[in-house]
């Protein structure tokens, strides 16, 4: 309680001390705000409020086939239509601003204090508000009403334009893959038509031919080793035998014959008659071949006189000699083509692993070719089907069937001017007028404390106060004072009665 | 300021030949008893009025009781009976002139107690130099030249109440309180009658120089604040000036009356 008053006398105070200061401060807020009021234009607001479906009847149907662009706030985007250049211009022609023919510099000033006077707001989830002030009332319903349908316009200009853009992206796309799917096609035929021995599975082939290769040469190696093991053998043996075997020789053979025959011949007389038929026979067989073997010997006699050869029966090839010079002969024609198979086999072998080498290289191409093939053809076709979606999304565009917008209160001729009236005005003066003195007041007393009795003394400065003297006002100061009370109050009562008679005629006219 | 003098006049008019008197026997008084000094006649009442001197029968009797009460409350702090007491104010025109010749017309107002003011502020002429009758000099002049103390000595007009008025107004006053003779002009005043207070009317502190000086010379300092004009820190510097044994306290001035004695 102690406090509310201390407040009341640390306002009170320096307010009765500079009364003057007071009432003039009152009397001059007052008569500005007086004439602030009278003078502050009137303004006039229209709104319309658009309303914005989200969804639409087409969107759950086409859910995954279409791409519904998203518009999410509503209110920045509706500005960002409303404001734009092409609105703007034609803002100008429905307000009436271009009867004066501006030039662009001034087109430019009255566009900026359009898009100053126009506030678009969110005012629910799906309603936009479009509201324009200006001091005229006709004006402001106009251009509100031109802003809301040319909004309503563009929005659907704007999304079919953005659908079409969309659509026209992907076609682009599309046509560049088709471009870069036929260029890799291509790329594979060349390719395939440069390596022709490439073939699916070749690899494998060559793996299979080489390792077979190897085996036979591992073979056939062993086989000549073997073979080389059998011909040094069979030299050996052969060093041991003799060319020639001492065989009988025909002269001898007659005579064994005819001894043989003779000794027949002495034991069938011994029981025969010397005209046994078949002792005679025997006696003429041995004839026979005593002539024989003297030709025979007649022969080589006249052979050794001639020198020529005379190939005597009786001296033959030595049979096991024969053998194994017939077995040489054939292990060294085996050994021969043994050799040149190893050669042979082994210059495939090269060939092959040669072949294998191109076709690993081959096989490294053809995947990066691949890849690129199937990369190129996936994409193409998700941009294929991606295209038809966006096609469907432009035809509903261009329809008006993906966006509905509708104006859900239209422009309204205002009536009533908006912003601060005069009774405002009035009020906010009255309450300034004292507010702000006694603020000032209060603020001082905060920064600079002033001095108005002995407690106020000694709540800060530790002398004795020896004494409070009242102010000494003498007769004629009296009256004076008497006078400026007049003269204040008067300016105070006058300053309410202008107030009182501004508003009655403000609100009358 | 004219109704003032106009009332003076008419006055001076009516005791004119009385006041010649006084002047021209200012040396009879001179060393004489208190008891002589009762036959001051006696200023109109008006005149006092105007002056915003306090007087017996004047109508605001709440000021007259505020300047009794301060002057038994300034005398019961000395035991000294001569005593030499400074007014100044915080600020030019914060009522130190009009605390001075009130102070010294409450003393006056004891019939064993004389009073002298002495008014050391050249810078502006108070009101109650308009008692004096024929000017002939003042401080200034005395210091300034050979003029007898008591040619500058005048009578007020009010019993037992002698002023000592600044005198021509020149430039550099400062240097006159470091003059020797003005210690001396002090002592002599002082020892003059017993029971004789003086009271110095100072300027305001903001002539640091001056209050400093005279406060070597004076018993006590009183500050005079004025009512809600001063801030606190000149008020604080202000009360620095003199030492504190000398500083015996503040007074506030000029309270309005509806606020007065809350």
Redesign the interface.
Known sequence: MKNNIDYI?LI???S??HKRWVVLIFVIVNLLAIAAGYNWPKKYTSSSTVYIEEENILGPLMQGTAVQSNVIDRGMIAREIIFGRKIMQEVLEIGGWMELNPDPLEQEIIIDSIQANTIVTNVGRNLVQISYTNRDPDRAFKVTKGLVDLFIKGSFTEKAYESESAFNFIDKQVKEYEDKLRASEEALKTFRSQNVDFREGAEENVTQKISQYRSEIDAIEQQIREENIKKASLQAQLSGETETAAGLSRAEQIRSRIAELQSNLNTLRLSYHETYPDIAQIKNQIIELRETLAEEEEKRKQAKRTGTLYLDESVRANPVYQRLQSDLYQTNTLLATLEYRLKNIKKSLAEEIERDKRINAADATLKNLTRDYNVNYDVYQDLLRRRENARVSMNLDEEQQGLNLRINEPAYFPQLPSGPRFIHFVFGGIILGIVLPVGLFYGMQQI???????ND?NA??E??????????????EQVAKKIEVYILSLSVISVIVIIIITSYLRLTG | MS?IEDALKKSRSDNSTELVKTSSNVQSYINSDISLMEYDEQVAIGVL??L?IIHYGMK?Q??FS??R??RT??IQKSENTNLCIMIYSSLPGG?SS??AANLAAAIALDEKKTSLLVNCDFTCKPDYENLLGQYHGGLIDFLSSDLPVEDIIYRSGIKRLRIIPAGSTNDTFSEYFTLRKFHELLQQIKGRYSDRYIILDAPSAMNPADIRLLSEFVDFG??I?P???????N??KA?KLISKEK????????????????
Request: hydrophobic residues 40%; proline residues 5%; charged residues 25%.
């Open positions: 006398r009170l105070q320096p009765y001390l600079m404390p002033r001095i108005y009795d002995a003394f800060y400065i002398i004795p106060v020896l004494g409070e003297l009242s102010t000494y006002v003498t007769e004629n | 109704k009025s105007n915003k605001d709440k000021i505020e300047f009460s301060l409350k300034l009522g009009y605390v009183v500050l604040v009512y809600g004009k001063d801030s606190l820190d008020i604080d009360s500083m015996i306290g503040v007074v506030i001035n000029n309270i309005p009356e509806i606020f007065a004695g809350k």
